[in-house]
């Protein structure tokens, strides 16, 4: 009897502890998503519903991966989701039933162009963006600068801003492939703030003092989250607030 009772005590404390604990949201994706959208709100978040997030910052093709498999609440990606389908596949990523996703947009991201500081070109059209970043101007005497190569710095884990920048800037034309490899967009910033000739594009995120933004015409990728089926009421909860008074957080 005194052993059941025990147990019996020993439930109801785990029970106590979990519900203490309160509800979490594993949520993955990459840079644009999660540094300029989740990270921002989710302090703010867990403080006005009680609900933990848990950010994994990966990329937007292998948190949907980590979606379908079943150990995400949600991932997130700054390109379209047919978009995002097709990028995964590129990565032999196969998703049985991409119907049985739903994406849900939060947000735009804009692409920005960055270059060194000292680098005195101010603007690019959109042909010159795509020939510098095809590798067919090699030179930036051709887009009125210095007479010095072209350094292209891409980042190597973030592919749903690469898919999105090679859409919509490049009209889906290769990327050169003499390129400088790059990590996260901090490590992006910090290979063109010591590169004179670099170049690079990123979310707004990535912009500081270190670099220059060109000017540019807009580039823009919405920003989704992505659930199986239907968002849950606690992932719900999450994109109303991000839509809502997490507007104040979220850098533009």
């Given at each position: ?104 947009e939060i947000g735009a991201s804009k692409i920005y162009t960055v270059t060194h500081k000292d680098n ?133």
């Amino acid at each position: 009897m005194k052993r059941g009772i025990i147990c019996l005590a020993l439930v109801a404390s785990m029970a106590f502890v979990s519900t203490a604990m309160g509800e979490e949201i594993k949520a993955g994706g990459g840079g644009a998503p999660i540094d300029g959208y989740l990270k921002p709100v989710k302090e703010a978040f867990e403080k006005s519903t009680g609900i933990t997030l848990n950010l994994n910052f990966s990329s937007a093709t292998l948190a949907f991966k980590q979606l379908v498999a079943g150990e995400l609440d949600l991932s997130t990606a700054g390109l379209a989701y047919p978009d995002l389908v097709k990028t995964a596949k590129k990565e032999n990523i196969e998703v049985a039933d991409p119907s049985a996703y739903v994406a849900t947009e939060i947000g735009a991201s804009k692409i920005y162009t960055v270059t060194h500081k000292d680098n005195p070109v101010a603007a690019l059209t959109m042909d010159q963006m795509k020939g510098i970043f095809t590798g067919k101007i090699t030179n930036w005497k051709e887009v009125g600068g210095n007479d010095a190569p072209v350094l292209i710095v891409l980042s190597s884990i973030n592919p749903a801003t690469n898919a999105a920048f090679k859409k919509l800037a490049m009209g889906d034309a290769p990327f050169a492939t003499d390129v400088v490899d790059a990590g996260r967009f901090e490590d992006v910033r910090e290979k063109v703030a010591a590169n004179p000739e670099a170049i690079a594009f990123g979310p707004v995120t990535m912009l500081d003092a270190t670099i220059k933004t060109v000017k540019t015409p807009d580039v823009a990728r919405p920003v989704i989250v992505v659930t199986k089926g239907a968002p849950s009421a606690k992932v719900q909860k999450l994109i109303s607030f991000i839509k809502g008074e997490g507007q104040q957080y979220i850098k533009q």
